[in-house]
């Protein structure tokens, strides 16, 4: 694997990480299938789009969180106050915000972003420009990608920081009890109901900012940007708790982190060993998904038809 | 004080499957009752707790707790004062969440800041010494999760979760049914030690004859719907096992069919 092999993995591992993080809070933590992240991921692409080419990058990023996150309160409204299937509710919710996603881009189903993007910002700032290339187009390169994992990882850092101190609060073990048992905390003094809602708000609002950040990474917005990210998501969650296990909130958290690089990475280097052709991704991650989930019952009827007596000599 | 007036539910109303489980129930619960409710299956025990916690609302009558009219109130809200346990030590506890963050939750639960830390020292110590009374060695594992702990841990801090911060009513639902009898005897142990000290206005579901008795100073025993007796003081005193099973055969003109009724004293 080589360098910038390595660190294109780890900037859109770490993107990605915001992404995955976000599904960790719907999928593990609130125990619900969440479809809305497609939705919501395109509507952060859309809104941080549409926000940077108007020349405020940083505004398109944290609207891109709000915008998510109002998406994923849409499911939530859906699920808990008018009873709809939560997967009929994600997918409700993901279906209308195409008609939602393709208006905030102006009724386009595409939108090229000028050169005002944070990366932008950051390179003149840092005086990576014309006269840097010049003068050495290596050094040159490399700035810039290690400018895009500084804000990557800043990121990703600052989110899991907010995440795990709001997962520690009183509000945040409400929504955590809701997820576990939520017949208790029905007949507990906990509204379960509003506690999902914002559990998926602030899970979609998650998804949103990866969306909003990535599209400013590649400059280019279009309305499918969404399509195949929540088994991404889902891949990189399954990932991490291989490597790290399942133990606490916190080290959920760090092993949507560290699954979403080794995903982006495995995958990086899969194609480039020609291993397997780029259209082939979606498949290979709903099968790494579908055989991750199907382990523990796999494991049990293993041990069960032992137990039953089958010994072979 | 807990007061039911006229309290009626009928489950699956206008269709073949009608059945009032609830006729026209009325109770005073005062102060320092602890009351032990007796009844055959079915006889609305369980719904009478339902109308009571909010789980769904009643069809008509007043439940009044303590001059407040909560027969509207949603159940997130009564649960607020009314602390609740059933006879499924799964339901009362997170089992992916620890022990000290299932009390914190059940602690100062309506006075919290949402966004203050959870768990918080102060808390401790006091968990600690309230789970050392169960001797069940709880105080030493607060960091392990709940769903580790057997049936009846899990129930003994259900019912810590319950009682931590006062309630104004507590409402057990055969709690000690699903436990092993050693077990069970010292959750119920427990129980009645912390009703008494909290004096907390308790009404506890039995399908022990004898334990009604002896348990709480007030029994009473529900009927297709409605309160067939309600005894207390000297009259319950005088009241032994088989003469509240004719009292019952009496009054209902057939036997008491509890199938897991037991008649030991
Ligand atoms: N949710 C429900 N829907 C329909 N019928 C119910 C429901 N809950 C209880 N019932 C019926 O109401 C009657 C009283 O039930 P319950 O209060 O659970 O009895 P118990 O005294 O044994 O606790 C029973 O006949 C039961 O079948
Ligand atoms: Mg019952």
Redesign the interface.
Known sequence: MSLTMFLGGLQEGLFYALLAMGVYISFRILNTPDLTTEGSYTLGVAVSAVLTVAGHPVLGLLCAFLAGAMAGSVTGILQTKVGIHPILAGILTMSGLYTVNTAVMGGKPDVTLTKTTIFNRLYEAFDINLAAFNRDRQAFTMAKEITVLIVAAVLAGAVLLLLVWFFRTHIGLCIRATGNNEAMVRSSSINAGGMKILGLAIANGCTGLAGGVMTQSGGFATISNGAGVLVVGLASVIIGEVIVGKRSVTLGFISAILGSVMYQCLIRLATSMNVFPAYYLKLISAVIVAAALALPAVRENLQRSRKGGRRHA | MLEIRNLCKTFAKGTVNEHAALRSVSLTVADDDFITILGSNGAGKSTLFGAI?G?FYADEGEIILDGRDISNLP???R??VIG?LFQDP????????TIE??L???CN??S????????QKRDLAKFRENLARFEMGLEDRMKMKVGLLSGGQRQALTLLMATIAKPHLLLLDEHTAALDPATAEKVMGITVKIVKEQRIPTMMITHNMGQALSVGNRTIMMDAGQVILDISGQERQMMTVPKLMTMYSGARGKELDNDRMLLSQ
């Open positions: 916690a789980t159940e997130h809200k649960a607020r609740t799964m339901k009362g506890t997170a089992p992916g969440m963050e299932n914190s939750l059940a639960q309506s919290r800041f949402p966004l203050a830390r959870a768990v």
